[in-house]
């Protein structure tokens, strides 16, 4: 690799400037949230997370340092979400930095052209950073599990990157493994980080398969050994028997080709984005259903195409796919999609758009086309994030986008009760229940509102 030089350091320095401003810019507003969802149930009415003392007692437990940091959101604020808010937004603008970074170690091997080298890493951290589909990873507070997830498995890769060209090449690879473990005690969807490895390895083409496995091993140490941790945690149990009753494994995986095709075509390109998308669960194959898993299934085989004669193709798609793999794969969940999930991998989409005009468009074209774009979106990103400010803004921009789902209309509906928006509150739940009569949440809800009203 040639070695960092002035200039490169100078490009670095005001690519790290631009992002932290464009970061700020964008989350400007970030105070102003309010709690939503789950975080009603996850933090603030879960006393396990109010105080240092009680998080101890619920310990061991699944995502220790995610409920740690949580912990000190809330005794730094005493409860208020601004405190949380702005922790997201200070850890996504270091996940950010952290890309920039490894995107700057492996842009020698990503054939970007001697110019595409100097710019490229900026501006695929400025893109990441300001994607609208990352605010459910960063405004809605309970996104955090995976934006600082996603800092220490950034940390791991960089560091890994970097080790074999550094004199202290054991101690970065004893540190990479050690936020390898970091990412797993946030979130297990960390399991993706040894893929990465072998991606950031396979980019040296003096690199077989099998020396690149080798160079990955600690990692599927670190997985293993957490693994026996892990299954000695009971709400490890209770967290995969949910997982497996929500659906059939085929079924799931029939769902999830759908569920990435969402992502790919409707957040990710800033048609849709939305806290609690419609999507059906999917029992049996269609034409449709065929079709994008096609398409799919062509991209991860360009992936494997490409790799040597455009690396920085390659590796843009494989990493989209390595993330996505860890969310949308094998074991059910709840939700089909959310636009958290592309969080770790809109790295891939950056690099492919940033590289891509490297690679077909002169200088004075594509950096003018990438500073557009990320004006764009920041301003859908700022006010994306506006609907984050209560409630009731929250849900009445979910409901215009998911019309269909009960669910989304229920919330809305209880969002307005708290309002004192009473007569709003009950035609929501009439219309969660006209979606779906069976849906017993939204028909309590409604019985216990004309049963107050009743009375007063």
Known sequence: MRPLGAEYARADLAGAALVLLAVLAAWSGAGKVSFQFDDWNVIVGNPAVHDWETWRRFMPGIRPLLKASYVASWTAGGGHP???AWFNVAVHALNALLLLALLRALAPRLALGATGERW???AGALLFALHPAQTEAVTYVSGRSVSLMALFCLAAVLLHARAARVRLAPVMRLSAALCFALALAVKEHAWA???AVLLVERLDPGVSWGRAWLRAAPY????AAMAVVVVQVPGFWRLLGASLDTRPLGVNLLTQADGVWYLL???LLCLEINIDPDLAVRYRWSVTLALKAGVLAWLAWLAARVWRSAPWLGFALAWTFVWLLSTNSVLPRGDVANDRQLYLSLAGPALLLAGGLARAA????SIPVIATVAACLLAVTASRNRDYASDVALWEATARLSPGKARVWNNLGWSYEVA????EARRAYDRALAVDPHDWKARTNR???DADRAIH
């Open 82 to 84: 601004a405190a949380f």
């Open 120 to 122: 490229v890493p900026a």
């Open 193 to 195: 980080v040894p893929f």
């Open 220 to 223: 599927w140490l670190v997985l």
């Open 265 to 267: 075509t409707r957040p």
């Open 362 to 365: 002169p200088r004075r074209v």
């Open 420 to 423: 004192g928006r009473v007569e």
């Open 447 to 449: 019985d216990l509102l």
